[in-house]
Each structure stands twice: as C-alpha cells, then as structure tokens.
C-alpha cells in the first residue's frame, strides 16, 4: 500500500481567508444599503457631469451619449430589483442597460440577470454613480461619447446628474 503526505491545514490561512469573504459580503451589503439611500424618479434621464451629454441608446443596442433632445432613447425607466438595486429600461427601445466582463454597456432584452442590475449611490452635488451588481464597476464616458464601464476612480465622467424624465 502507498501512503502519501497530506499537509494539515494552516488555521491562520483559513481564518484570513474567511475574514476576506466576510469583508468582501460586508462591502456588498453596504453598497446596498447605500442604494437605497439614492432615490431616482421612475422615468429618468442621466446628464454626465463631466461632458454635460445625455445617457443615450438605439434600437440596435448602442449606449452612447448625446446631447440631450428629450427623446425616448434618452429617458430610463427605472424599476426596483433585488439586493437594492435598480434596472434602467429604455423607453424607446423597451430593452435594459446591460454590461459584461469586457466593459462593454449596450442594452438587452430585459432578463432579469445580475448584468442589468445596477446600484445607484449618491455622490456630490446631487448626482450619482451607477455600479453594476455583477462586475462591481461603475458607467463612465468621455468627452467622444464613448459609455463603458471602470472602477471607480472619483472622476466626474462617472457621476451622473439625474433628472425626472
């Protein structure tokens, strides 16, 4: 019979470990109950502090922006989600703000997924950052009206004034 060697397990590891995941749950935790402390109007249009344009869309699922026209593809409404967070349907298009792991942000077919649930959290000035719920960054933009998603770094790209729709 072969006997192999099996280490014992390192108690201080194990504890560090589950001290990071009990941090990790905290912080989302936290930014929940941040969330809800950020109110949006149900139909609602979002103007970047940093360019002063419009979160846009179209029927293809382009996110962009703009400058503001008071179009349907610039208003959002929003609905209340799980784990407090918000999804952004498009009036003119019926479909939501979605991103992915690559940091792209389109919008799709209303799913449901964690990819389309954002959590709004309040900043200064009375605007607000949008994180998403599954990737943990937040949407930024630039002056080209490029809409994509970073972590968030405190720019003024990243926060957006919302206005009732």
Do not use: H
Request: glycine share 12%; net charge positive.
């Amino acid at each position: 019979m072969r006997s192999f060697y099996m280490p014992k397990p390192n108690l201080r590891r194990i504890l560090a470990l589950g001290g990071t995941m009990l941090a990790i749950g905290g912080g989302t935790a936290g930014m929940a109950a941040q969330a809800a402390n950020a109110a949006l109007p149900p139909v609602v249009t979002f103007r970047d502090l940093a360019t002063g344009s419009v979160l846009d869309s179209n029927p293809w699922g382009d996110v962009y922006t703009l400058s503001a026209n008071g179009g349907g593809y610039q208003k959002w409404v929003v609905s209340q989600s799980d784990f407090g967070t918000v999804t952004l349907r498009n009036v003119g298009t019926g479909r939501c703000l979605d991103t992915n792991t690559n940091r792209d942000v389109y919008t799709l077919q209303c799913n449901g997924g964690s990819f389309q649930k954002w959590i709004v959290l309040n900043r200064d000035f009375g605007t607000v950052v949008l994180r998403n719920l599954a990737t943990g960054l937040v949407l930024d933009s630039n002056p080209w009206g490029d809409v994509y998603t970073l972590p968030e770094n405190g720019g003024s790209y990243q926060k957006w004034i919302p206005a009732s729709a």
